[in-house]
């Protein structure tokens, strides 16, 4: 299994992005799909959660900004970003499970088999 995150980069307060994540080696529609991010100095964190039926999960923090979606005919799960603010800076990370969890394990690391290598996303103000 491979997972490929891109769409990374440096934009202004107020700015949007759109992250990517291909997925490869797996089938893709009985995997939920989760982003996390990491910021300097600090632990990695949730930030969105897609099942397989593609019913959605927010941290706090993103909702109304973010949204998660996810393509099963292009094996791809995307983050919109919009409204980004500098505290969203941070290595962000796609990360994938076999078969759905309850909405409160969703936010855990370690109910994930799989992650991506992660990609850069910097805030400025």
């Known amino acids: 299994v491979q997972l490929q995150a891109f769409g990374g980069g440096l934009v202004q307060a107020g700015g949007s992005l759109r992250l990517s994540c291909a997925a490869s080696?797996?089938?893709?529609?009985?995997?939920?799909m989760g982003w996390f991010r990491q910021a300097p100095g600090k632990e990695r964190e949730f930030v969105a959660h897609?099942?397989?039926?593609?019913?959605?999960f927010y941290t706090d923090s993103v909702k109304g900004r973010f949204t998660i979606s996810r393509d099963n005919t292009k094996n791809m799960v995307y983050l919109q970003m919009n409204s980004l603010k500098p505290e969203d800076t941070a290595v962000y990370y796609c990360?994938?499970?076999?078969?759905?969890?309850?909405?409160?394990?969703?936010?855990?690391?370690?109910?994930?088999?799989?992650w991506g290598q992660g990609t850069q996303v910097t805030v400025s103000s």
């Open positions: 990360a994938a499970r076999p078969y759905d969890l309850i909405w409160s394990a969703a936010a855990r690391t370690d109910e994930y088999n799989y």
């Open positions: 080696g797996l089938t893709f529609s009985s995997y939920a």
């Open positions: 897609i099942r397989t039926s593609g019913g959605k």
